[in-house]
Structures are given as structure tokens and as C-alpha cells.
T-cell receptor, first 113, second 114 residues
Framework: AQSVSQHNHHVILSEAASLELGCNYS??????LFWYVQYPGQHLQLLLK??????LVKGIKGFEAEFIKSKFSFNLRKPSVQWSDTAEYFC???????????FGKGTRLHILP | EAQVTQNPRYLITVTGKKLTVTCSQN?????MSWYRQDPGLGLRQIYY???????DKGDVPEGYKVSRKEKRNFPLILESPSPNQTSLYFC?????????????FGPGTRLTVL
């Protein structure tokens, strides 16, 4: 079955550290890829998305993600994190054979001030 | 303002007492969906609807019902709630066929079943 894996369940970093959160999916066809962020007590918001074109996608708040098709990956990066980035991050995939979106289990990011 | 609304935001109930969580969107989206979020399990889809009068089971539909009589509304019904349905519930909507488009999420409903 198709799935989305997020390797890190809980990440703790200090402010100004660099961030990379892993996301891999299992599907050989065309995909659209998303990263959502959920700040404490809030709903999910779109951080960035990839559907075609340049595999390096830039999102809000300085985040970016790179789609590497050969590795089935869509890792999220930020060069210098801030305390306000403390949140849970979800990778999601839609596959061209149906209209369903599949979420990863999420990565809880905690930034130390 | 484009948004998805859910009510109530918080609900504590007892086993077996029927309840409904409402969801409404003002973006004229065809697709609506319900998820539950549990620690360590991420988001799991309960039911979804591609349009009015069209609903389908998601990954965890047991114990839930939905209806889509109007495009803007997609209520989630728990006929006989049980403690294992204690969770955080999100409603979401988007354009059908819009795989390049994002899902818009409601603010969430935290349900506790005693």
C-alpha cells in the first residue's frame, strides 16, 4: 500500500541551528507533495507544495523542500530555526491515480530558546 | 474570509450518547473530509466526500457516519460514541481534481468520551 514515512518523530534543536526533516513516500507514479505545519493548539496550515517544475520549492517563513524523484523523498529544510518554529510538521502526498491525500505520522519539532 | 469552521471546538460526553460535529466551508469546494489526529498516529482519514450526496470511507470509518446534503456542510456523526473515539478531529476541504491545491483545515474539535 502507498505510504508516507517521516523518519524523525521528535526533533529538538537550539535556535539558529539548521533543520532537515525527512519524508519518503512509496509510489512509483506521479505525485504532488506537501508539507503542513501545526503550531501548538492550532490547525494544519500549508507550508509549501510541489507539483511540477523546479524540484526545489520555497515556502513561507524561510522553509524550503527538495523533491528527489530517484529517492522518493521530499525533505524539509530551514537554514536557521527560530523558537517560533516549534510545531508539528506533516508531510503529505497525493498520487495521480486517485484523489486521496496520504499524511505521514508527523514530526514534532521543539526549538530551545 | 475563506475558511472551514467546526463546532463545537471542545466536547466532553459519555459513552453511547449520540453526537454530531458540524463542519462548514465557504469556498464552494467539492471535496470535504474528516480526519482524526492521535499522538504517534498522525492524521487518519475517517470519511470523505467528492460532492453532494457522494461519500466514501477513509481509513478508519468504523463508528462514524457522515452526510453531504449541501455542498458547504459535512457533519460527522457518532451514533454511539466510545472512549476509543476520544481524539482531535479536523475537517478539511479542497477543490476536486485539484491535486496541486492545498487542503484547508478547520480549527479542530477535541472530543473526550468518558
Amino acid at each position: 500500500a502507498q505510504s508516507v514515512s517521516q523518519h524523525n518523530h521528535h526533533v529538538i534543536l537550539s535556535e539558529a541551528a539548521s533543520l532537515e526533516l525527512g519524508c519518503n513516500y512509496s509510489y512509483g507514479g506521479t505525485v504532488n507533495l506537501f508539507w503542513y505545519v501545526q503550531y501548538p493548539g492550532q490547525h494544519l496550515q500549508l507550508l509549501l507544495k510541489y507539483f511540477s517544475g523546479d524540484p526545489l520549492v520555497k515556502g513561507i517563513k524561510g522553509f524550503e523542500a527538495e523533491f528527489i524523484k530517484s529517492k522518493f523523498s521530499f525533505n524539509l529544510r530551514k537554514p536557521s530555526v527560530q523558537w517560533s518554529d516549534t510545531a508539528e510538521y506533516f508531510c503529505a502526498v497525493t498520487m495521480n491515480r486517485d484523489d486521496k491525500i496520504i499524511f505521514g505520522k508527523g514530526t514534532r519539532l521543539h526549538i530551545l530558546p | 474570509e475563506a475558511q472551514v469552521t467546526q463546532n463545537p471546538r471542545y466536547l466532553i460526553t459519555v459513552t453511547g450518547k449520540k453526537l454530531t460535529v458540524t463542519c462548514s466551508q465557504n469556498m464552494n469546494h467539492e471535496y470535504m473530509s474528516w480526519y482524526r489526529q492521535d499522538p504517534g498516529l498522525g492524521l487518519r482519514q475517517i470519511y470523505y466526500s467528492m460532492n453532494v450526496e457522494v461519500t466514501d470511507k477513509g481509513d478508519v470509518p468504523e463508528g462514524y457516519k457522515v452526510s453531504r446534503k449541501e455542498k458547504r456542510n459535512f457533519p460527522l456523526i457518532l451514533e454511539s460514541p466510545s472512549p476509543n473515539q476520544t481524539s482531535l478531529y479536523f475537517c478539511a476541504s479542497r477543490v476536486v481534481g485539484g491535486r496541486t491545491n492545498e487542503q484547508f483545515f478547520g480549527p479542530g474539535t477535541r472530543l473526550t468520551v468518558l
